[in-house]
């Protein structure tokens, strides 16, 4: 029953993307910083897109993180941004720490959004500069994508040298957003800043916030995959179609290369990102090393696909009226949400003695 329900969803996910996420509408939304299409985002939340996969006990279906991926992966491939991940994450940190269910509840009803503020401004790393002292945080975070239309913030920061993930409402006083213009206006980013700003400790010490941070990184995965897919998929489309010296491109050995390497690039990170899920799933100890290897591997696999994805459909590619560029733009900017590649790849070389050292 669970897995026809599941597939039910993804149908009919797939044929409002369809009929909703054309070229037109999406390349509006890069025109203006901070942008966010809101009506296709109250669309998803009248079929319920947003309980999808948080816990029964917090108001969501409780389909599990699994039936998230999927979903994640069609608006990767469509480069629709919709704030289901950051959701789902911050929902089920509520739910471990056992604070705030009421806005845990209104995550999954889509009456709240939640922005991830976790990378840390003018670095690539998520270990946490803002300080809570007194019921407060002070200091400022890197641009979190859909934080400048988000009604709380699910943000890492440190009491002492104690790290933790801190829940606040951006709607009190002490909150400053930061819209500025960015390689991909569509994600609704801004820059948070927090001055004596009242907020809730949801969980404390390394293993809780590098924890909840692998399972963003996770989804973020899907997404990094789903954008890939749609790169090789129109780069093998416009290869069979354009012809030079009376020939498709596409039997050009050069071209072969670029689509066979495309294809390497994205099993390895769709195996990565599997792996990963597989093991939150199960709950197995390797979940964090895995995490990182898929945050790395979709990453590479994406912003691989997209830049030989405008090299395949040459000078087009980079133009307005052409689908590559935007999927450029997509893989620049996911591959900096929640911290960079570097930190990830410290991560996963020091993250076992991180977390054997507290």
């Known amino acids: 029953m669970e897995n026809e329900i599941l597939t039910m969803l993804l149908d009919q996910a797939v044929r ?20 966010f299409d809101a009506a296709l985002w109250g669309k998803a939340v009248e079929l319920g897109w947003p309980a999808i996969a948080i816990a029964e006990e917090s108001g969501g279906l409780g389909l599990g993180i699994g039936s998230l991926a999927p979903l994640l992966q069609e608006l990767g491939q469509r480069t629709v941004s919709l704030p289901l991940a950051s959701g789902y994450v911050t929902a089920a940190a509520l739910l471990e720490g056992g604070v705030a269910a009421d806005v845990a509840a209104q995550l999954a009803s889509g009456q709240a959004i939640a922005t991830l503020a976790l990378g840390e401004a003018g670095e690539c790393g998520l270990s946490p500069a803002v300080v809570f002292s007194g019921g407060t945080l002070k200091g400022a975070k890197a641009p979190a994508s859909f934080a400048a239309v ?27 957003r930061d819209v500025v213009p960015a390689i991909d ?23 809780a916030l590098l924890r909840h941070a692998g399972v963003a990184a996770t989804l973020v995965a899907f997404e990094q995959i789903g954008g890939a897919e749609r790169c090789l998929r129109i780069s093998v489309d416009y290869a069979k179609e354009r012809k030079v010296f009376g020939q498709a491109i596409g039997a050009f050995q050069a071209i072969k290369h670029k689509l066979a390497d495309m294809y390497q690039e994205l099993e390895i990170g769709r195996g990565c990102a599997i792996d990963a899920l597989e093991s939150l799933e199960e709950g197995r100890g390797d979940f964090l090393m ?32 052409a689908e590559p560029h935007h999927h450029y733009r997509r893989a620049r900017s996911l591959a900096l949400e ?5 930190f990830w790849r410290d991560l996963l070389v020091d993250g076992q003695q991180i977390l054997e050292t507290v």
């Open 150 to 176: 988000a009604t709380h913030a699910l943000v890492s920061a440190r009491d002492g040298d104690t790290p933790g993930l801190y829940l606040v409402d951006l709607t009190a006083a002490g909150v400053t």
């Open 185 to 207: 206006n569509a994600r609704a980013a801004a820059a948070l800043r927090f001055d004596d700003t009242p907020a809730t400790l949801v969980v404390a010490g390394w293993n």
């Open 16 to 35: 409002l993307l369809d009929a909703e996420a054309s070229q037109t509408r999406l390349k509006a939304l890069l025109e203006e910083p901070g942008s």
């Open 338 to 342: 929640i911290g960079g590649a570097p």
């Open 290 to 321: 895995l995490a990182c290897t898929a945050r790395l591997g979709a990453g590479m696999a994406y912003d691989f696909a997209a830049r030989e994805c405008i090299q395949t459909h040459g000078g087009i590619g980079v133009t307005w009226e």
